[in-house]
């Protein structure tokens, strides 16, 4: 299959690299080690930050705060081991977090619950599983857009931001708009001033990034992840177990993502690979030549960044021809569905991963 190559201009190097799915502009701007940026306490967080929600109540009388696999979630989200959708269900992602954190936490790997993964978990930060925010005003002023199926008519718009408030929220939140009205009485209002309740997680303050044009301080900001992460010196890609587990240089895992690797029409690609670059909000260069599943009345067209992107927020381009990492503008079908051939993960597992790598990093795909 050939693959189209483009260049677009300074201040980014990119270069146009392309999976069968995949076709986005990959730049390296971003990819020194991040700085260390001291977080935002959410309790105390003020009117400035379009991203920072002020906590309302953060009892944990609460019933709903005492849901003990939310609680578990929550705290596996934030230590790096992603139950990918925070639901409060006893899934196969829960389970797979569990013994990613216990095997890094050298505990009996059962994927259970137990008492002593319980005790880890919650070690210093017994918080409870939800709390009462309000909604910022700038949080809720979008824009926001109807996103049409057709890629074609997805380049009409000038951005691929969230359909709605309530998608929006759902993924500042790790989870679905469909958990976040499962939490909220019937008739809950989201909008500017509205309180909300959320999956208690933390809020994080718009990064400061040299040559940041592209807003990626703002993006991480949007979907409460971190800047300062720990550093990956390799990653492995499991399709067996459908996760990918990030290793420092002594080979001890310090972080696991469940991820949607490849279709039976375009598998995941074994092997050892390097991840050459990565493009924070990337555009998409869409070319129906190199798409099987195409439709026949399709043309080439570039579609603008955005959540709702084919790719969603970030692209980790690798050494294999065509192939990357990447989000997705669907993260409660991460695990379940089929990909064109690249591994995707929800986009704030996809961009904490962005954060824990660079060029040069080794990725292991095996079966």
């Known amino acids: 299959m050939k693959w189209e190559k483009k260049a677009l201009k300074y201040p980014m190097l990119f270069a146009a690299l392309l999976c069968s799915a995949c076709n986005v502009s990959v730049t390296d701007a971003n ?4 700085q260390e940026t001291a977080p935002t306490n959410a309790a105390q967080a003020q009117g400035q930050d379009p991203h920072a929600f002020q906590i309302v109540e953060e009892s944990a009388s609460n019933p709903i705060s005492q849901n003990k696999i939310l609680q578990a979630q929550v705290a596996l989200d934030r ?11 006893d899934g196969m992602s829960f389970k797979a977090a569990l013994r990613g954190f216990q095997a890094a936490r050298d505990l009996p790997v059962t994927g259970a619950l137990d008492a002593k993964t319980g005790a880890a978990l919650l070690e210093g930060d017994a918080r409870p599983a939800t709390w009462l925010v309000r909604i910022p005003d700038g949080f809720a002023r979008g824009p926001f857009f109807d996103i049409p199926r057709g890629l074609n008519e997805q380049a009409s718009l000038p951005a691929l931001t969230y359909r709605n408030l309530l998608e929006k929220l759902a993924e500042r939140f790790h989870t679905t708009p469909e958990a976040l009205m499962a939490l909220n009485p019937p008739g809950t209002k989201v909008a ?10 933390d809020n994080q303050p718009v990064a400061q990034i040299e040559g940041d044009d592209r807003g990626w301080g703002e ?4 979907l409460a992840v971190a ?3 720990p550093q990956a010196d390799h990653i492995v890609v499991d399709k067996s177990e459908g996760l990918l587990k990030a290793y420092d240089a002594d080979n001890r895992l310090i972080a696991q993502f469940p991820v949607t ?3 039976q029409h375009d598998p995941l690609p074994l092997g050892e690979w390097t991840i050459k670059g990565v493009s924070r909000n990337p555009d998409f260069h869409y070319n129906p030549d190199l798409f099987w599943d195409a439709s026949s009345t399709d043309k080439k067209a570039m579609l603008r960044p955005g959540p709702n992107g084919p790719v969603g927020v970030v692209w980790i381009d690798l050494s294999k021809d065509h192939y990357g990492i990447h989000g997705t503008p669907e993260p409660q079908m991460i695990g379940r569905t089929q990909s064109h051939g690249c591994i995707r993960l929800t986009n704030w597992d996809a961009a904490r991963l962005a954060q824990m790598v660079k060029s ?5 795909f095996q079966a």
């Open 360 to 364: 040069g990093v080794k990725a292991k």
């Open 219 to 222: 993006t991480l900001a949007s």
């Open 31 to 34: 990819d020194s080690a991040p």
């Open 261 to 263: 690797t490849g279709s």
């Open 192 to 201: 500017a001033g509205a309180t909300v309740r959320v999956p208690a997680i």
């Open 227 to 229: 800047k300062t992460q």
């Open 79 to 89: 230590r790096g081991f992603s139950p990918a959708v925070l639901d409060g269900k």
